[in-house]
């Protein structure tokens, strides 16, 4: 799996407190070993995010990203990361 950052999520990555970033990583391990580990919750988005998908990095924080080619994973664009209300609201 390659992983690129998209300007937006790392603009949105500087904003966030240190332990958001750290358990960041964390889950971004996860996500190497296993995009689909029920820890992460990976899920499919909806209307402004069509085509896109996002992953849990705590109870309220989400990154969305794009995996490509469909359902490989071998490559993935994080497009953004904030809370559920930053991101969705």
């Given at each position: 799996m390659r992983i690129k950052k998209t300007k937006r999520f790392i603009k949105s990555f500087h904003k966030i407190p240190e332990?958001?970033?750290?358990?960041?990583?964390?889950?971004?391990?996860?996500?190497?070993?296993?995009?689909?580990?029920k820890q992460l919750k990976n899920h499919a988005l909806n209307w402004d995010y069509k085509g896109l998908r996002s992953i849990n990095?705590?109870?309220?924080?989400?990154?969305?990203?794009?995996?490509?080619?469909?359902?490989?994973?071998?490559?993935?664009d994080f497009i953004d990361i904030g809370t559920h209300s930053q991101l969705y609201g």
């Open positions: 332990y958001i970033k750290d358990k960041f990583d964390k889950q971004v391990t996860l996500f190497e070993n296993n995009p689909f580990t990095i705590t109870g309220d924080y989400r990154a969305i990203f794009k995996e490509y080619p469909n359902w490989t994973y071998e490559f993935v």
